[in-house]
């Protein structure tokens, strides 16, 4: 990651208000969150973003959090309630998934951990789908060299580098 965990909540709480998901290089295929929805709120606490708190976000719920890309939207973001093993907090130093689709086998899967699975699809898919995460905070660069004055500060897209899965041959 480009940012530590502490940066990343840090930013997410004093600036960031949704969070966007898409593959590597695309404009397109990409899914954001509503602003100040659960999403953001995990992503501040360093919890998974595909849950409010432990709660599931079934279809109806992801139509109301998220918006973007139909495919998208419709297959890959819903989990179910059932996972109760308790993996969502740590999901930005990899104890849990940055988002985890819980028994949704063609859903969205992303670790920070080096070699961890990353794709857009769980069943059948390699984990490398090369997933990029961007928050819409100010940097936290920016922001403690203009600690005195944060409402003069631009928002800009802050990318968060999740790595790539290592390949074995």
Known sequence: MDYTSQDIMLMALQSATQIKICTAGSETDCV???????????????????????AKCNQ?????????????VANN???????ADGRYTGALDGSANFYWACRNSNGLHLSVNDGG????????GRG???????????????????????????????????PKMDTMS
């Open 32 to 54: 954001v969150s509503r602003k100040q929805t659960f999403p953001i709120q995990m992503l501040r606490q360093g919890k998974t973003v595909s849950h409010d708190d432990a």
């Open 60 to 72: 109806a719920c992801v139509d109301q959090v998220w918006i973007g890309n139909a495919d998208r």
């Open 77 to 83: 973001l819903w989990n179910r309630d059932d996972c």
């Open 117 to 124: 699975f990353s794709g857009w699809t769980w069943q059948g």
């Open 128 to 162: 490398d789908d090369g997933i990029e995460v961007f928050i819409d905070a100010v940097p936290i660069g920016d922001m403690l060299a203009h600690h005195s004055n944060l409402g003069s500060l631009s928002k800009l897209t802050v990318k968060i580098d999740l």
